[in-house]
């Protein structure tokens, strides 16, 4: 049986345009591989720990092979149990909106607690090696403008560019991307257009995912 997660990186449930289409991809999904199980995770509604004074405190003393007091045992005991339910999956879907050319904070605050030594990542003789290898992943990112490859914009699309070098770091090798856009530049029937594309692209997608 399958394990798929499904991280919603929007707050704009019911209005967001990337959220829209990882349903439509979720709802394909589902008709193709029923018997697989499906996690949903709104990272503006979940509980993720913040990634502050005793989880770094508690992140140096385990590089260092220093003894920890009961606080920072705490704070890491949150941030394992955070990196434990997104290990569980076998198979991922981000909807992730652009937010001042990057992702939302939230994802980056998710980031930060999942990123860790000896849990996604390890250190060896040839450099960095990921540890979350073998699953599949796609990735629908909304943004209101337009940053095709090869236009000037695309300098300016750090959302992507990020989110892939962080899943790739961790081990993801089959990253498949879905845009929607303009969701905004353009106004709502170049909007409309664009979403209806996605989720075409996204239900093909899901079949056999
Ligand atoms: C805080 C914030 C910052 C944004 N920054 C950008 C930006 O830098 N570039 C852009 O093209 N759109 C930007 N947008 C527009 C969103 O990318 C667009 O509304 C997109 O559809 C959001 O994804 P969602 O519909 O899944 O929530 C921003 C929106 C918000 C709320």
Do not use: C
Request: hydrophobic share 45%; charged share 20%; aromatic share 12%.
């Amino acid at each position: 049986m399958g394990h798929l997660l499904y991280i919603q990186a929007s707050p704009r449930v019911g209005r967001s345009h990337s959220i829209v289409v990882a349903d439509a991809f979720i709802d394909a999904y589902r008709q193709s591989q029923p018997g697989d199980l499906v996690r949903t995770i709104n990272i503006f509604k979940a509980r993720i720990p913040a990634f502050d004074g005793p989880a770094l405190q508690a992140k140096y003393d385990i590089l260092h092979g220093r003894s920890r007091d009961p606080a920072t045992v705490k704070a890491w005991g949150r941030i394992e149990s955070v990196i434990g339910q997104f290990k569980w999956a076998d198979k991922y879907v981000f909807a992730v909106p652009m937010w001042n050319f990057g992702i939302p904070y939230r994802l980056k605050q998710y980031l930060d607690v999942i990123i860790q030594p000896g849990y996604t990542f390890t250190v060896t003789d040839n450099g960095y090696q990921g540890l979350v290898t073998g699953r599949p992943a796609v990735v629908i990112y909304a943004r209101g403008g337009r940053y095709q490859a090869g236009s000037a914009a695309e300098a300016y699309d750090l959302q992507s560019r990020y989110l892939e070098l962080a899943l790739r770091f961790i081990g993801f090798s089959q990253i498949h991307s879905i845009f929607v856009e303009p969701t905004l530049a353009s106004g709502p029937e170049a909007a409309k257009a664009a979403q209806e594309q996605a989720i075409a692209e996204a239900r093909q997608l899901a079949v056999g995912f």
